[in-house]
């Protein structure tokens, strides 16, 4: 089956640490996405990448960080340096960004919780 | 910058008492409107894209239509399993991304 697979689900990190949410795609997809979703809120773009190597700010990226080293993974690392980690981190991706067929389809999401 | 604006907040219906959802939006330029289910928990879900004023989509009690400056999701008759959050994105001309609004939180009681 082709999808997207996040992991943990729950993660729960001491205040201090830097943690790495897991985020896997098959679906042969150039474009990845990470965004953050607050409660009762929408969704805010953290990093986006368009191909392998290489990737982009988005609205929230202070205290976040990304790689890109394969086309199927991506994944996020959220340090110390974030004031307010306690949120539920969703990853997308879409077969191009920006192209034509824009359409994003979304792992299930980690929640993360500081302690 | 593209904005996005839904509404209500929340909305709760009898099962069968149809209504509508709205997102009212302003872009640069439109390259697409999206609609998306979320259950409490768990990742987005994709239902529709409208690209033009005009065009209208369908997917079982759900109706999704367009117009220059807003869209609106119809649901028709609807039963407790509807029940979710919808959120509509736009994806305009300034950049390769899409922008969310705050969704609507749909209740169907029994």
């Known amino acids: 089956d082709g999808g997207i697979t996040q992991s943990p689900k729950y993660l729960f990190r001491k205040e201090g640490q830097n943690v790495t949410l897991s985020c896997e795609q098959n679906?042969?997809?150039?474009?990845m996405y990470w965004y953050r979703q607050d409660p009762g809120q929408g969704l805010r773009l953290i990093y986006y990448s368009q191909i392998v190597n290489d990737f982009q700010k988005g609205d929230i990226a202070e205290g976040y960080s990304v790689s890109r080293e394969k086309k199927e993974s991506f994944p996020l690392t959220v340090t110390s340096a974030q004031k307010n980690p306690t949120a539920f981190y969703l990853c997308?991706?879409?077969?191009?960004?920006?192209?034509?067929?824009?359409?994003?389809?979304f792992g299930p999401g980690t929640r993360l919780t500081v302690l | 910058e593209d904005q996005v604006t839904q509404s209500p907040e929340a909305l709760r219906l009898q099962e069968g008492e149809s209504s509508s959802l709205n997102c009212s939006y302003t872009v640069s330029g439109l390259r697409g409107l999206f609609w998306y289910r979320q259950d409490p928990g768990k990742g987005p879900e994709f239902l529709f894209t409208l690209y033009s004023a005009g065009e209208e989509k369908e997917k079982e009690r759900l109706k999704a239509t367009l117009t220059k400056k807003e869209s609106f999701l119809h649901i028709t008759a609807p039963k407790p399993e509807d029940s979710a959050t919808y959120l509509c994105?736009?994806?305009?001309?300034?950049?390769?991304?899409?922008?969310f609004g705050g969704g609507t939180r749909l209740m169907v009681k029994p």
């Open positions: 679906l042969n997809h150039d474009a």
């Open positions: 994105a736009v994806h305009g001309d300034a950049g390769n991304m899409l922008t």
């Open positions: 997308a991706s879409s077969i191009l960004a920006g192209g034509p067929y824009n359409e994003q389809f």
